[in-house]
């Protein structure tokens, strides 16, 4: 089904629900990407943005609703075909190929991806290398994918999704786990990636990451779209502080700010 | 693999067979290894193949049509469309799931050929007497079978399709969201494996010269080339082939030797490789850094 949509968005959400048993770990989420932006997906520990990543990336079929991409409905196309329309997405627990080299981990998603079919194995590797060179693996190229740091597995995680030609990449907590030069390092690839026209959805944990990348948030808990808008909006909603800090600390807040 | 091609000039008939046989293990252990060594689907069943590929000699010669490679062309068909078909429903299986379900398969198939009358039932089919003037023939044939199955393994291993087999074997999920369909490239690799196996079985029921369900499908056919490919190292282009004649040599010689317990030395074997060696001879012969870095490696195996 051709869903007619505005040229410059890039991604719709529509009340998309997501059942697990008797449990709704998404419920009536809505939002639309536009191309070429940066949307930050924040939300406490089990709030649901995990699982939104997997309902965009097809890896999960929605219980209800519907997600949109390119005028096409995401919900009808098999997993490993989302990637060929140009959806990427890396995993919060990175998966490398762990017997594979770097620079093989890469080149599976060079061969495979949207532009994948196109190219030989040769070509394939060639298209790695730039990206290696681009992303700062290119030291460690020819290492075992199981050999590497932590740092270097979330940069790789980062490549394999690019290696796939990507016009929405969905992070998910690529910078968990990293410490401050490691973030701001991350942060300026992430802009840079951004600039050469990928649309990103970035899920962080780290407030300050996300508030410093993106003008546009969108807040979950309890599988609930429960605030959006710029950073500063989002912040100071009394709905997104109850969810982090708690009622009675929001209640407090509201009472200092009234006097 | 060169070396071998004098042996028939030993014009020793013994010698000639029992390298043959190795020979024939060896394509075996390149079938399976496609699928058990590179997409990591471990096969109990794949002795389908090898019974398949006998039994496309033995009709053929009941219709008259004695011609190796009209024998292995068949077997080729066969099996690819047998792969095929049976593939696609039992490879949307993960994980252990489809190892239970080849047992199945290859117990089934050999209690329907048992009961195929067309098929000689459990009392198997003569095919033409096997020429012993031209016994050289069916070596080299069995030869040629085995290096073309270690070729093939050698290019599809740096192909693009030998990544995807190796992407679902490390990850399946991550394989996916790479754009690689887990299914439709488990089937390639059961397909291709089939096919191997099978041409080893086309050649052997010709140069055998007869074929009962108890021969094309023993359980050896299932368990040997598993226990080569082990051995040899899994997901390798030379490891199915070393594999097989280090341990068809030693069986030979056991079978000499200790007739009544050699079959406990496979047993032994496969706990001595789980245990020490559980990505095979082949790791070994490409490790970096010695036996610190091996126990270092077999610790990061127990998880």
Known sequence: MKVSAPRDLCLRVENVGMRFGGLWALSEVSFVVERGTILGLI???????????????????????????????????????????????????????????????????????????????????????????FIGLARVADRPASDLTIPDRKRLEVAKALALDPELLLLDEVMAGLNHSEVDEALHL?????????????????????????????????????????PLEVTSSPAVIEAYLGS???????????? | MVALLFVPSLHNDYITVTIRNILMFAAMSYGWNMIGGYTG????????????????????????????????????????????????????????????????????????????DFLGGSGGLALKQVDQAHFWLYYYAMWLVTLVCMLGTFFIARSKLGYAFVAIRENED?????????????????????????????????????????????????????????????????????????LAGVNEILQQKFIKIHTLFFGAVIVVIVVFLPRGL?????????????????RVFKV
Request: aromatic share 8%.
């Open chain 1, 43 to 133: 939300g406490p520990n089990g709030s649901g943005k995990t699982t939104l990543m997997n309902v965009v990336s097809g890896v999960y079929k929605p219980t209800a609703g519907q997600v949109i991409y390119d005028g096409r409905r995401i919900s009808d196309v098999a997993t490993h075909d989302v990637c060929h329309l140009g959806i990427a997405r890396t995993f919060q627990v990175v998966k490398p190929f762990a017997s594979l080299t770097v620079r093989e981990n890469v080149a599976v998603g060079a061969m495979y991806g949207r532009l994948g079919a196109k190219r030989s194995a040769k070509d394939a590797f060639a298209r790695t290398d730039e990206l290696l060179d």
């Open chain 1, 190 to 230: 992430l802009r840079t990636v951004n600039e050469r026209g990928v649309t990103l959805i970035v899920v962080e944990h780290l407030m300050k990451a996300i508030m410093s990348i993106s003008k546009h948030v969108i807040v979950l808990a309890e599988g609930k779209k429960i605030a959006e808008g710029s």
């Open chain 1, 248 to 259: 009675r600390f929001a209640k407090r807040q509201q009472e200092e700010r009234e006097r």
């Open chain 2, 41 to 116: 689907y471990v096969s109990f069943g794949n002795a389908v193949f090898f019974g398949l590929g006998c039994y496309c000699s033995a009709v053929l010669s009941k219709y008259g049509i004695d011609n190796l490679v009209a024998d292995v062309a068949l077997a080729v068909v066969v099996n690819a469309i047998f792969a095929v078909l049976v593939g696609l429903p039992v490879l949307r299986l993960r994980g252990h799931y489809f190892g239970i379900a080849t047992l199945g398969i290859l117990l089934a198939a050999s209690d329907l050929v048992n009961n195929l």
């Open chain 2, 174 to 246: 991550a394989a996916e969201v790479l754009g690689i369909s887990p299914t439709r490239y488990k089937v390639i690799a059961w397909a291709i494996g089939g096919v191997m196996g099978g041409m080893a079985g086309a050649v052997f029921a010709s140069a055998n010269g007869f074929v009962d369900p108890s021969i094309a499908f023993a359980i050896d056919n299932n368990l040997f080339p598993i226990v080569m490919t082990l051995l040899g190292g899994m997901g390798t282009a030379s490891g199915p082939f070393i594999g097989a004649v280090l």
């Open chain 2, 282 to 298: 082949m790791y070994l012969v490409g490790l970096r850094g010695g036996v610190r870095r091996w126990f270092a490696d077999l």
